[in-house]
């Protein structure tokens, strides 16, 4: 079975703190694909990192960055230095194949007080 | 990436009553899906939109309920049959880009709100 847990519901901190948003998921591929998604107050989902199982290479953009433990089967998203605009739901999801359906976790709303 | 439209971006509707949602995509992909997410829910797959064939649903979810057409490769449209309240939601579509298929990307969404 496919499953993807964010265990956080709901998150505030003030502006300028580092931030973490944790992904946990499982899945019996060895073949698969995990994301992260921020869905701001206007509602539309804008696509963040995508990671294979085969790259466990950690990522940094910018302000962002992506740890992928496949020993622990988490993929946990960092904001450094958080900002006002970082406040929306932040979703991690998976998909076992490409063009195949994607599993969405619950969210994490994320406030960023100022 | 892949620019994506819907129309309408929002609605109120009248329970007993049906809206179609449209999504423009900028250019042809082959897969087309439908989301619905409930009010401070996650997203669920409605169902698949490939051109030339039928949809295929997810479980939960009827072709009556929710008819969908694919009449081209930047083209779908989702409707929303006989509505009531618990139809309020926000509707996406996303589409995989041929070329990156790995990853969805989703159109604004529209918000229905059914009185």
């Known amino acids: 079975a496919q499953k993807v847990t964010q265990a956080q519901t709901e998150i505030s901190v003030v502006e300028k703190e580092d931030v973490t948003l944790d992904c946990v998921y499982e899945t019996r591929d060895t073949t698969y694909y995990l994301f992260w998604y921020k869905q701001p107050p206007s509602g539309e989902l804008v696509f963040l990192i995508r990671?294979?199982?085969?790259?466990?290479q950690n990522e940094i953009s910018g302000r962002y960055s992506w740890n992928f433990q496949k020993s622990t089967s988490s993929f946990n998203f960092t904001i450094t230095a958080s900002q006002v605009v970082d406040s929306a739901v932040y979703f991690c999801?998976?998909?076992?194949?490409?063009?195949?359906?994607?599993?969405f976790g619950k969210g994490t709303r994320l406030h960023i007080l100022p | 990436s892949a620019v994506i439209s819907q129309k309408p971006s929002r609605d109120i509707c009248q329970r007993g009553t049906s809206l179609t949602i449209q999504c423009q995509v900028d250019?042809?992909?082959?897969?087309m899906f439908w989301y619905r997410q409930q009010p401070g829910q996650s997203l669920t797959l409605i169902a698949t939109?490939?051109?030339?064939?039928?949809?295929?649903?997810e479980s939960g979810f009827v072709i009556d309920k929710f008819p969908i057409s694919r009449p081209n490769l930047t083209f779908s449209t989702l409707t929303v049959s006989n509505m009531s309240p618990e139809d309020s939601s926000i509707y996406l579509c996303?589409?995989?880009?041929?070329?990156?298929?790995?990853?969805?990307?989703f159109g604004p969404g529209t918000r229905l709100l059914v009185l």
């Open positions: 939109a490939n051109q030339g064939s039928e949809a295929t649903y």
């Open positions: 250019s042809q992909v082959t897969m």
């Open positions: 996303s589409v995989n880009v041929d070329l990156d298929q790995e990853t969805q990307y």
């Open positions: 999801a998976l998909t076992p194949n490409r063009d195949d359906k994607i599993i």
């Open positions: 990671r294979n199982s085969f790259d466990e």
